[in-house]
């Protein structure tokens, strides 16, 4: 049972433009979501970070929106660099487990092209 | 200076075989992790120590077995190893492992199992 996801394998963008990355969860009881970025080769690296107390949180070109009712994130990168280009993870602490036990989506793969 | 170390970085190997993977970190955490990512890119958590205790003990085959000999090294032993291991092993490490800390992530170790 896969309580985190992301439905999209792949986003292509140009270079300046708006990139937009979704994550859906069925479990109404996480409630801190991470956003993880991956290149070739290397492990994942910490991006951005939403408590569920919030439904906004900015950081720089990084945007992480939070829609509690949909059960829904979304990860935006404003604007696009070719440097962006990469593997996106959402995730979430597993609840009421006191531990940095994080479940992952799949990952989408982000290509900013120049 | 890496922070979180992982060898060997690729691994091949028979069916049947016994090996093992080193992590270390160098950032004075006190909990690590195995991840593991599959042929469908899910990163799945396997263990977690803090300070050289097991505290997170997922569904893993007992084949697998983390060995902490201090707080700065986790390894992850695999033995009989079986085609379906064939995967790419993260190491992770954080403060103390609470529920919203940052975890960070080695290049990871791919194993490919023949």
């Known amino acids: 049972d896969q309580q985190v996801k992301q439905n999209s394998p792949s986003l292509s963008v140009q270079e300046g433009r708006i990139s937009i990355l979704n994550c859906d969860y069925t479990n109404s009881m996480f409630d801190y979501f991470l956003w993880y970025k991956k290149y070739p080769a290397e492990g994942p690296t910490f991006l951005i970070s939403?408590?569920?107390?919030?439904d906004k949180n900015e950081d720089g070109r990084f945007t992480v929106f939070l829609n509690k009712s949909a059960k829904h994130l979304s990860l935006h990168i404003v604007p696009s660099q070719p440097g962006d280009s990469a593997v996106y993870f959402c995730?979430?602490?597993?609840?009421?487990?006191?531990?940095?036990?994080?479940?992952f989506g799949q990952g989408t793969t982000l290509q900013v092209k120049p | 200076d890496t922070a979180v170390s992982q060898t060997p970085k690729y691994l091949v190997t028979q069916m049947g075989n016994d090996k093992s993977i080193k992590c270390e970190q160098n950032?004075?955490?006190?909990?690590m992790y195995w991840y593991k990512q599959d042929s469908k890119k899910f990163l799945k958590i396997m263990f977690s120590?803090?300070?050289?205790?097991?505290?997170i003990n997922e569904t893993v085959p007992n084949r697998f077995s983390p060995k902490s000999p201090d707080k700065a090294h986790l390894n992850l032993h695999i033995n009989s190893l079986e085609l379906g291991d064939s995967a790419v092993y993260f190491c992770?490490?954080?403060?103390?492992?609470?529920?919203?800390?940052?975890?960070?992530f080695g290049p990871g170790t791919r194993l490919l199992v023949l």
């Open positions: 992770a490490s954080s403060g103390t492992g609470g529920y919203q800390e940052t975890q960070y």
């Open positions: 995730a979430a602490p597993r609840p009421s487990s006191n531990t940095g036990k994080l479940i």
């Open positions: 939403i408590s569920s107390i919030k």
């Open positions: 950032l004075g955490h006190d909990t």
């Open positions: 120590y803090n300070n050289k205790e097991l505290i």
